[in-house]
């Protein structure tokens, strides 16, 4: 699933910016965790799980590579060398956000239990989002792909 979803955000960047295509991915993750939370529990399925589950799991996947691409445009050179580069810190943001992750699955079963482990995790989630892409349209302006750092050295 990862490269066809991966394919196709590389054909559409030649057609969109970076910008674009993070606030359309974020739009694409908003309505699957819409989709995902149990609102009746008695009517929730296997298949909506299934389904809205592999739509959050390809948007967040398609999502990084945008935002690996804009990182890139927009840091300084400077940045780019020696053992703290925007690579190492990519990786190093990545791996604490799994760490927050999983301790918040951890604690949201054990306060919300097995039959609210579902909305517990993904309620929360829906409003991260949401505040995601608030922050985008109020700086989808800055969200440039040129470095003026580099073009005065």
């Not at 690996?68 to 990519?90: D, E, V």
């Not at 609210?116 to 985008?136: E, H, Q, R, T, Y």
């Amino acid at each position: 699933l990862m490269f066809p979803a991966n394919m196709i955000v590389a054909r559409l960047s030649h057609r969109f910016e970076d910008r674009e295509i993070i606030y359309y991915a974020l739009v694409a993750i908003l309505c699957s965790i819409l989709g995902i939370i149990s609102y009746i529990p008695a009517k929730y399925s296997v298949v909506q799980y299934m389904c809205f589950g592999i739509c959050i799991f390809i948007s967040t996947n398609a999502l990084e590579g945008p935002n690996m691409s804009l990182l890139s445009k927009s840091i300084p050179r400077s940045w780019a060398k020696g053992i703290f580069n925007t690579g190492f810190l990519a990786t190093e943001a990545g791996t604490a956000a799994r760490s927050v992750g999983d301790v918040w699955i951890t604690l949201a079963s054990h306060v919300a239990g097995d039959p609210g482990l579902l909305n517990a995790i993904f309620a929360p989630m829906l409003a991260l989002v949401a505040v995601s892409l608030i922050l985008v349209r109020r700086n989808y302006d800055r969200m440039v792909e040129e470095d003026e750092d580099d073009d005065k050295s």
